[in-house]
């Protein structure tokens, strides 16, 4: 679950991060209301899940309260990354000295817990880690003993910390691994964490916590916000299915996480690309089988649909009869191949063959077979 800004740095302040004062506005004369509180000049940031905002003209500066109402007012009216603002934050201008990048991840390459640290921190980071990686520091930490003070002290040095302000950036740096590790995040970040005439202070955050430990965190679970999450994502989260959206052009519908693996890794061998990853689970029976139906067809990029079942408790033939009885609600129709095997594989086979439906046995045929429906359908 991705956090918006004002979120992030309410977390980071509870571990000690020193941040600038806000407050978040959704009408105009609410920041301007908001300038006048906090005193100007002020930045009126808009408040979304996407990156690039300020490239999309979603970050302003405001001299006065009238401006910062005339700001906000720009900025509610834009949609970034496809998105609407809905809410802008609005916070005191600082005079920056320097911007320093500073994250923690959770690196699987590593299998560690990483600090991830940059002097030349602000936008495009990610084009600093692709031309110069040396201007990058990445510090896996002990899986057992997490951060320790030699840490601390070799990321400051890498950073060119100066001495006076040492003490607050192990405060922040302490501080974002505390916040990362007590909420199960896949990321916390400030940047740019800059260096002001008052001292080191997070000026932008983001936190990306993991949706499987939700479940431990009912009071994180409040900050979700369903007007920032993309639709498919959260009508797949409340069918319980697991979903992630994708640039290619094949819909995958698979029961398993490693079946959606190896699914998706079959149709780029057979010169496809996979529209999305979805795992509909255990027990797929028709009510399931027609939300999974509704938010793949929901991506107008999907060309096909290709769907592999393996039957273990589950039977195939209750699938079969699931994406039967789904398919023929579906307003929007496009070629489906279903592969089934395992448990009343036969069964399942001739329920989907009676409906005129493609099937394979093989998901090397099955994903070919795909990749040939989705390629004829771009021509159409």
Do not use: W
């Amino acid at each position: 679950m991705k956090l918006q800004e004002f979120r992030s740095k309410e977390i980071l302040a509870r571990h000690g991060i020193p941040t600038l004062p806000g407050e978040i506005a959704t009408t105009p004369a609410a920041a301007r209301a908001a300038a006048e509180r906090l005193g100007v000049p002020v930045v009126v940031k808009a408040q979304v899940l996407a990156g690039g905002r300020g490239k999309a003209g979603g970050v302003k500066l405001a001299a006065d309260p009238a401006e910062a109402e005339a700001r906000a007012a720009e900025i509610l009216e834009l949609r970034i990354a496809g998105a609407p603002v809905h809410t802008v934050l609005v916070t005191p201008s600082v005079v920056i000295a320097h911007e320093y990048y500073l994250a923690v991840i959770l690196d699987r390459a590593a299998r560690a817990v990483t600090v991830i640290a940059s002097a030349e921190g602000g936008i495009d980071i990610e084009d600093v880690a692709q031309t110069d990686p040396a201007a990058v520091l990445r510090l896996p930490l002990h899986p057992l003993i997490g951060l320790q003070p030699h840490n601390v002290r070799a990321v400051s040095f890498f950073l060119a910390i100066p001495e006076a302000h040492r003490a607050t950036f192990a405060t922040t740096l302490t501080g974002l691994v505390e916040a990362f590790v007590q909420t199960d995040a896949e990321l916390a970040e400030i940047n740019p964490l800059a260096l002001t005439s008052d001292g080191l202070v997070a000026l932008d955050a983001k936190m990306v916590l993991d949706d499987s430990g939700l479940a431990r965190h009912p009071d994180l679970e409040q900050l979700r916000d369903p007007a920032e999450e993309e639709p498919a994502e959260a009508a797949a989260r409340e069918a319980g299915i697991s979903y992630i959206k994708l640039e290619g052009t094949i819909g995958c519908m698979v029961n398993g996480a490693g079946l959606a693996m190896a699914t998706m890794d079959l149709v780029k061998l057979a010169g496809g690309e996979p529209a999305n990853f979805l795992d509909i689970g255990g027990g797929a029976r028709h009510e399931r089988v027609a939300a999974a139906f509704r938010i793949i067809l929901a991506d107008p990029n999907v060309r096909a649909v290709l769907i592999n079942i393996f039957g273990g408790i589950t039977r195939g033939d209750e699938v079969a009869q699931g994406i039967v009885e789904a398919r023929a609600g579906l307003e929007r129709q496009v070629p489906m191949v279903v592969r089934i095997v395992g448990t009343n594989a036969d069964e399942a086979a001739f329920i989907l063959e009676s409906a005129d439906l493609q099937t394979a046995y093989t998901l090397d045929e099955a994903a070919a077979m795909a990749v040939a429906a989705a390629t004829a359908g771009e021509g159409r």
